[in-house]
């Protein structure tokens, strides 16, 4: 009715307590944190990001739309997203040393479509890394876009050493020519040779694209080598190691900003997402600070101790070890699948996943092996003796078919108590 006006203006308590208004959605949230809490998190892709983090998330920079880049929108009121934007790209320069930084792609898969887009037409050779050997869904796969608009040829890693084989490599990107070469993988535990890849795709003519989702937080934190120096085109994830919201970024050279810009917006991608972009800009913040560098550099010693308490315990770390965040364990020396192993863990509390090892005989959902991160624990304060601990725990979980599980999950609550995510409230 004309003149009418609402009963309660918005918002009234009833719209800003979550607990009250909507219940159901309040429980998961809860539980979901709950969950987090009370168990080890070992997922190598993930992480907990800072309440800072997560205060920006849940702004209310979520309502604005801003199609385009700071100065250049194509709605109004954006003024003040725009210095979100600008701060965060200021950051991501500054901290990686990149002459050009995009904080917009919503998410890593999302980054790496706007690199095809950026350097590449449907139909050109692209030589990555595979799936089975390590590599990404978005490197090529035939189930993705990349593996069906394109033309991949894969390299894996040395059947003996179980690390990238720069020689097969070379000779690949001889016989095949491609548009674009690949660094980066989502199960490889190396370092990589960035200056190799380097010189591959310049004896080639090919752009160089390196996919740090895994590993770019440990870049930040000055933990590994970069490889912003060597690449045309950086693409990553924000929520791994780098310990910021859900999400992608890209850096590049000055000579691709303006193709990486537009094969982001409007390309592929319609309105940023600001509250996202602002969390992203916290996140650059936290990383560029003393602590984040203690930090990486725990990650990475974290790692190698889990890996040799893995080891200690009878499984097989594939290459013998790990230079970074991520272990990947091959289960084969004890009998058990990766997908065994992963739901006897689940039931004891320690999450992490399945995973195919190099030349795995089984399928992908099965898998031989598992893999594990340091990323999560090492927020939470866990060291050396607690990594000594945890491969025990995994140990008993995964050699386990029932009763022990109810006490390893009881011993992964005492642990965790002790080093609480979130601690308070
Ligand atoms: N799903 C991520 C991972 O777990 O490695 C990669 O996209």
């Known amino acids: 009715m004309r003149g009418e006006r609402l009963a309660a203006p918005f918002w009234g308590p009833d719209f800003t307590d979550l607990a009250a208004l909507d219940p159901e959605i309040a429980d998961v949230i809860v539980d979901e944190l709950q969950r ?9 892709s993930e992480n907990f990001t800072s309440p800072a983090v997560l205060a920006a998330l849940g702004s209310t920079l979520s309502n604005k739309y801003a199609e385009g880049y700071p100065g250049r929108r194509y709605y109004g009121g954006c003024e003040v997203v ?34 095809y887009g950026a350097f590449t037409k449907p139909g050109d050779t692209v030589l990555a890394m595979s799936l089975a050997q390590g590599g990404h869904l978005t490197h090529g796969s035939h189930v993705s876009f990349s593996g069906m608009w394109f033309s991949p040829v894969h390299y894996g890693v040395d059947p003996v050493t179980e690390r990238i084989d720069y020689d097969q490599v070379r000779d690949l990107a001889r016989t095949h ?17 960035f200056a190799a890849f380097r010189s591959i795709a310049d004896e080639v003519g090919a752009v160089l694209w390196v996919d740090a989702a895994h590993f770019i937080g440990l870049v930040a934190g000055g933990a590994i080598p970069s490889p912003v120096p060597h690449a045309d ?34 390309m592929m991608q319609g309105g940023p997402l600001m509250h996202a972009v602002a969390a992203k800009a916290v996140a650059l913040h936290e990383a560029a600070t003393p602590a984040f560098g203690a930090y990486a550099a725990g990650v990475v010693r974290n790692a190698a101790a889990l890996a040799s308490s893995l080891t200690s315990h009878g499984m097989r770390c594939v290459s013998g070890g790990t230079d970074t965040h991520l272990v990947l364990v091959d289960l084969t020396p004890v009998g058990v699948t990766g997908k065994q192993a992963e739901q006897r863990c689940d039931a004891a509390r320690i ?66 108590r002790a080093f609480p995510a979130y601690p308070g409230g």
Do not use: W
Request: one cysteine or more; glycine letters at 10%; a positive charge.
């Open 36 to 44: 987090q809490r009370s168990g080890l998190q070992l997922i190598a």
């Open 82 to 115: 725009d210095r979100a934007e600008v701060i965060g790209i200021d950051r991501a320069r500054q901290l990686f040393g990149a002459d050009h930084a995009n904080l917009q792609p919503h998410s890593g898969a999302s980054a790496n479509l706007a690199v």
């Open 177 to 193: 020519r491609p548009r674009m070469i690949v660094a980066g993988a989502t199960a490889y535990p190396r370092l990589i040779d």
């Open 233 to 266: 085109v950086v693409s990553f994830t924000t929520h791994k190691v780098l310990r910021g919201p859900r999400g992608g970024m890209l850096l590049c050279r000055a000579e691709h900003a303006k193709a990486i810009d537009k094969a982001v917006f409007p």
């Open 351 to 416: 999450t992490l996943n399945k995973n195919p090892i190099p030349n795995d005989p089984l399928p992908p959902m099965t898998a031989s092996g598992i893999r594990v991160g340091s990323a999560a624990v090492t927020t939470q304060g866990m060291g050396e003796p607690e990594m000594a601990m945890i491969g025990g725990l995994i140990d008993r979980a995964v050699r386990s078919e029932g009763a022990d599980l109810v006490t390893v999950a009881d011993e992964v609550a005492t642990l965790v």
